[in-house]
């Protein structure tokens, strides 16, 4: 299930990816002949820094199944069936930050959580943390990200990197957007998508007040210059503006229908 791609994702890779073909091709002096080759330096150094990861994740994490985190494991293989995504390996890291990501360049891909957001996070929150990660895997982005992380290896002009880079923040962006709708369809609950991301930036909420105090801070990021710049050099967008796409998408009757399709699955099953 991919329908809940935001709109501009796509639109937005292809402009990145066809300006990264333009750099490559006025900057570092390439030939089309050589493209392919910088394509297969770009897969092969992806595959081994995913290899090397994995490899660090057995000797750091703990891999999540049912002997030994039950509660969670049901939780994660709910939400993978409620968006219907492939296999994946959920690890748990001994990381003090509140924070998640996924990667992987082939199948089962690696969902990460940090641990510190199994104490933050409630049921329902949590279920968006793991349904975002599992949206960047059904959607593509898990193994576009792992691939790109390639290019670290490949030598760029400075100039040349920079505007990657930038072009590339771009589609990371819209990615989040993305992300952050199948972690609603996978909790079912835009209210628990908002209180989880307001969660990941203050460290926890114990009330309505520090909630109502905290979104008003947040409302006001976009009218900092500095946060707009901020923001065109990160890979998430401000969180007032995913807070603004989860009250719009929960509106939109396409969520609602998704939604409603998925709780009849569900109750099928």
């Given at each position: 299930?991919t329908s809940?791609r935001y709109?501009n994702?796509e639109?937005?890779?292809?402009?990145?990816?066809?300006?990264?073909?333009?750099?490559?091709?006025?900057?570092a002096g390439?030939?089309?002949c050589?493209?392919?080759?910088l394509?297969?330096v770009?897969v092969v150094?992806?595959?081994t820094?995913?290899?090397?990861h994995?490899?660090?994740?057995?000797?750091?994490a703990t891999?999540v199944?049912?002997e030994?985190?039950?509660q969670?494991?049901?939780?994660?293989?709910g939400?993978?069936?409620?968006l219907r995504?492939g296999?994946?390996?959920?690890?748990v890291?001994?990381?003090?930050a509140?924070?998640?990501?996924?990667?992987g360049?082939?199948?089962?891909?690696?969902?990460?959580?940090?641990?510190?957001?199994?104490r933050?996070?409630d049921a329902?929150?949590?279920?968006f943390?793991v349904g975002h990660?599992?949206?960047?895997?059904g959607?593509g982005?898990a193994?576009?990200?792992t691939?790109?992380g390639?290019?670290?290896g490949v030598?760029?002009?400075?100039?040349?990197?920079?505007?990657?880079?930038?072009?590339?923040?771009w589609?990371?962006?819209?990615?989040?957007?993305?992300a952050?709708r199948?972690?609603?369809?996978?909790c079912?609950k835009p209210?628990?998508?908002?209180s989880a991301?307001?969660k990941?930036v203050t460290g926890?909420i114990?009330?309505?007040?520090?909630m109502?105090?905290?979104l008003?801070?947040?409302?006001?990021?976009d009218d900092?210059?500095?946060?707009?710049?901020?923001?065109?050099?990160?890979t998430?967008?401000?969180?007032?503006?995913r807070i603004d796409?989860i009250?719009?998408?929960?509106a939109d009757?396409?969520?609602?229908r998704?939604?409603?399709?998925i709780?009849a699955?569900?109750?099928?099953a």
């Amino acid at each position: 299930m991919t329908s809940y791609r935001y709109p501009n994702e796509e639109i937005i890779l292809l402009l990145t990816l066809g300006g990264l073909f333009v750099v490559l091709l006025l900057t570092a002096g390439l030939t089309v002949c050589l493209v392919p080759l910088l394509v297969g330096v770009m897969v092969v150094l992806a595959y081994t820094m995913n290899r090397s990861h994995h490899q660090s994740l057995l000797q750091q994490a703990t891999l999540v199944g049912m002997e030994n985190a039950p509660q969670l494991a049901r939780l994660v293989e709910g939400c993978r069936r409620r968006l219907r995504t492939g296999p994946v390996q959920t690890f748990v890291a001994p990381q003090r930050a509140l924070n998640a990501y996924t990667f992987g360049f082939s199948s089962p891909q690696v969902v990460v959580l940090f641990q510190p957001l199994l104490r933050v996070m409630d049921a329902d929150e949590l279920r968006f943390i793991v349904g975002h990660e599992l949206g960047h895997v059904g959607l593509g982005h898990a193994w576009l990200n792992t691939l790109l992380g390639g290019m670290a290896g490949v030598p760029l002009p400075f100039g040349a990197a920079v505007v990657v880079t930038l072009a590339f923040r771009w589609w990371n962006r819209a990615c989040e957007f993305s992300a952050d709708r199948a972690g609603m369809l996978a909790c079912g609950k835009p209210e628990k998508a908002i209180s989880a991301l307001v969660k990941l930036v203050t460290g926890g909420i114990s009330s309505q007040a520090e909630m109502d105090r905290a979104l008003q801070v947040i409302e006001a990021e976009d009218d900092s210059p500095l946060h707009v710049l901020t923001e065109s050099l990160s890979t998430h967008p401000m969180l007032v503006k995913r807070i603004d796409q989860i009250r719009q998408y929960a509106a939109d009757p396409q969520y609602r229908r998704l939604l409603a399709q998925i709780e009849a699955q569900n109750q099928g099953a």
